[in-house]
């Protein structure tokens, strides 16, 4: 079977899926897909790129939304810990 390959959405670079946590877009804010079972749009992220996507923005970007910096902030504090 073919691997999926997805981008991270701190360092840009591609990946096997199974190396990055998936995040969308659930009532009004950012949530870890942890089952990877969520609809929509997704965003990609190492667990360890938690730093850099803060600093490029690119989750309110690949999901399209006005994400809260805030609760992005506690939410991948979380990932990150
Ligand atoms: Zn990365």
Same mark, same amino acid.
């Not at 609809?39 to 399209?64: D, E, I």
């Given at each position: !079977?073919? @691997?999926?390959?997805? !981008?991270?959405? *701190?360092? +840009? @670079?591609?990946?096997? +899926? =199974? =190396?990055? &946590? +998936?995040? &969308?877009?659930?009532? *009004?804010? $950012?949530? $870890?897909? =942890?089952?990877? /079972?969520?609809? *929509? ?11 850099? &996507? ?10 399209? /939304? =006005?994400?809260?910096?805030? @609760? ?10």
């Amino acid at each position: !079977m073919a @691997q999926v390959i997805r !981008m991270c959405a *701190g360092c +840009r @670079q591609r990946a096997a +899926r =199974e =190396e990055l &946590v +998936r995040l &969308v877009w659930s009532d *009004g804010a $950012v949530v $870890v897909d =942890e089952r990877c /079972r969520l609809p *929509g749009r997704g965003v990609y992220l190492h667990p360890g790129c938690v730093a850099a &996507v803060l600093r490029n923005r690119g989750v309110g970007r690949g999901l399209r /939304r =006005e994400v809260d910096a805030r @609760q992005l902030r506690d939410l991948l504090d979380r990932l990150a810990g």
